[in-house]
T-cell receptor, first 115, second 110 residues
Framework: DTGVSQDPRHKITKRGQNVTFRCDPI?????LYWYRQTLGQGPEFLTY????????KSRLLSDRFSAERPKGSFSTLEIQRTEQGDSAMYLC?????????????FGSGTQLSVL | DAKTTQPTSMDCAEGRAANLPCNHS???????VYWYRQIHSQGPQYIIH???NNETNEMASLIITEDRKSSTLILPHATLRDTAVYYC???????????FGPGTRLSVLP
C-alpha cells in the first residue's frame, strides 16, 4: 500500500522565482487537500479537490498560488513570484470521502525555502 | 479558527499511560472529534475519531465526556516513539476541511 507521495521533499529557490510541487494521492482516493505549515504552528488549510473539482480555497491562497488536479489523480501546487514569507512546509493529504468517517492521510511534505 | 483548546505541552514517563486532554465546549451535535499526531519532519498521522461513544483502536483510546464538551486521548503504554505533537480537531461529517490548532507537544521521557 503506497501512501501519499510528494515531490520534491525539499526546494530552495530565490525570491521572485516560480515553484511547482506535485502530490500523488493514495490510489482511489477522491479527495485531495493542500496545507501549509510554518515552524511551531499546526497545518493551515489552503485548498481541496473532490475528484478534479476544486471545492474550496482559503483566504491564505493568494492569486500567486494555483492548484490543479487535472484528471482527478495527482495534483500540483504552483507558487508564482515567490516571497520569503512563502517559506514553509507544504503538505498534501488525500481521503476516500463517503460522507462520514473521512480520514486524511498525509504525505511527508515539501519544505520550501525562499532566499 | 480551531474549535478546540489543548495544553501546549505535556511530559509522560515511558511505559506509563499518556492522557491528553482537549476542550471543545462549543461542539455541535453532529461534529466528530478527531485526533492526529505529527512526529518531527513527517506529515500528520490519523489516530482515532469518535462522535459520542468511547472508541479504541490499536493505537489509542478516545474518551468523550457525556456532554461532549471535552475529550481525552489515552496512549496506554507510551514509548519514546510516541513523542510528537498531538492535534485534537472537531469537524462536522460533511465539513469542508480539517482545522488544526497548535496542538499539544508530548514528550515521552525515558
Amino acid at each position: 500500500d503506497t501512501g501519499v507521495s510528494q515531490d520534491p521533499r525539499h526546494k530552495i529557490t530565490k525570491r521572485g522565482q516560480n515553484v511547482t510541487f506535485r502530490c500523488d494521492p493514495i490510489s482511489e482516493h477522491n479527495r485531495l487537500y493542500w496545507y501549509r505549515q510554518t515552524l511551531g504552528q499546526g497545518p493551515e488549510f489552503l485548498t481541496y479537490f473532490q475528484n478534479e473539482a476544486q471545492l474550496e480555497k482559503s483566504r491564505l491562497l493568494s492569486d500567486r498560488f494555483s492548484a490543479e488536479r487535472p484528471k482527478g489523480s495527482f495534483s500540483t501546487l504552483e507558487i508564482q513570484r515567490t516571497e520569503q514569507g512563502d517559506s514553509a512546509m507544504y503538505l498534501c493529504a488525500s481521503s476516500l470521502y463517503r460522507g462520514r468517517n473521512e480520514k486524511l492521510f498525509f504525505g511527508s511534505g515539501t519544505q520550501l525555502s525562499v532566499l | 479558527d480551531a474549535k478546540t483548546t489543548q495544553p501546549t505541552s505535556m511530559d509522560c514517563a515511558e511505559g506509563r499511560a499518556a492522557n491528553l486532554p482537549c476542550n471543545h465546549s462549543t461542539i455541535s451535535g453532529n461534529e466528530y472529534v478527531y485526533w492526529y499526531r505529527q512526529i518531527h519532519s513527517q506529515g500528520p498521522q490519523y489516530i482515532i475519531h469518535g462522535l459520542k461513544n468511547n472508541e479504541t483502536n490499536e493505537m489509542a483510546s478516545l474518551i468523550i465526556t457525556e456532554d461532549r464538551k471535552s475529550s481525552t486521548l489515552i496512549l496506554p503504554h507510551a514509548t519514546l516513539r510516541d513523542t510528537a505533537v498531538y492535534y485534537c480537531i472537531v469537524r462536522a461529517p460533511y465539513g469542508q476541511n480539517f482545522v488544526f490548532g497548535p496542538g499539544t507537544r508530548l514528550s515521552v521521557l525515558p
